[in-house]
């Protein structure tokens, strides 16, 4: 079957456009993730999705940055005002449940460049 | 803050050799330990994951846990060239939001 998808791969955008990512989950995957990673970094978490209910948003850095999963299944993460400091790689990533030993399924990722 | 440590390398072997990759953690609540492999440009995808103290085997591969000394290793035997990537850590507590360590960029020459 399908993967996690990403779109766009990659993305540039002038300082202070808005711009919005999208997930495909795999199917039947109740819960997503939403990653920032800088280069040479790991993965750092942004913000969860059980389904539809956004559980967890600890991780976003400002207020600039929204995410949402309406149906529990595709995923918008939306930045406004982008900054240069927002340049990384997006992924996000899908499991069956959130549990302590589940795997975690990645995207591809999308490369985000602010000018 | 719960953090995860790793040296980010890169750790040189020769093709044949084993590879030891560590990682150490500071949340002693941490109940699942993940390794993810990650080539450049890439995305992570999972070799192995670990949540008993002591060692899990798969294949060419080895996790060890000591959850005393809050510390998960990964071992590669007989490594390739094919193994050069970066190896991310992540732990897993009560919260069941992951923690990743900045990886360990791994070389395999031949």
């Known amino acids: 079957g399908a993967g996690v998808s990403q779109s766009p791969r990659y993305k540039v955008a002038k300082r202070g456009q808005d711009v919005a990512l999208r997930c495909d989950p795999i199917s039947g995957h109740v819960s997503l993730f939403w990653y920032q990673q800088a280069l040479g970094q790991g993965p750092e978490f942004l913000t969860y999705f059980q389904n539809e209910a956004q559980l967890d948003k600890s991780g976003l850095p400002s207020d600039r940055f929204f995410a949402e999963r309406p149906e529990g299944s595709v995923s918008t993460l939306k930045i406004q005002r982008t900054q240069q400091e927002d340049s990384a790689v997006y992924l996000c990533?899908?499991?069956?449940?959130?549990?302590?030993?589940?795997?975690?399924?990645f995207g591809p990722g999308t490369r985000l460049t602010v000018l | 803050q719960k953090e995860v440590e790793q040296n980010s390398g890169p750790l040189s072997v020769p093709e044949g050799a084993i590879a030891s990759l560590n990682c150490t953690y500071s949340?002693?609540?941490?109940?699942?330990f993940f390794w993810y492999r990650q080539y450049s440009g890439k995305s992570p995808e999972l070799i192995m994951f670990?949540?008993?103290?002591g060692d899990k085997e798969d294949g060419r591969f080895t996790a060890q846990l000591n959850k005393a000394s809050q510390y998960v290793s990964l071992l590669i035997r007989d490594s390739q060239p094919s193994d050069s990537a970066t190896y991310l850590c992540?732990?897993?507590?009560?919260?069941?939001?992951?923690?990743f360590g900045r990886g360990t960029s791994l070389i395999v020459h031949p």
């Open positions: 949340d002693r609540g941490s109940q699942s």
């Open positions: 992540a732990v897993r507590g009560g919260s069941y939001i992951p923690t």
């Open positions: 990533a899908s499991s069956l449940v959130n549990e302590l030993y589940n795997e975690q399924f």
């Open positions: 670990i949540y008993s103290n």
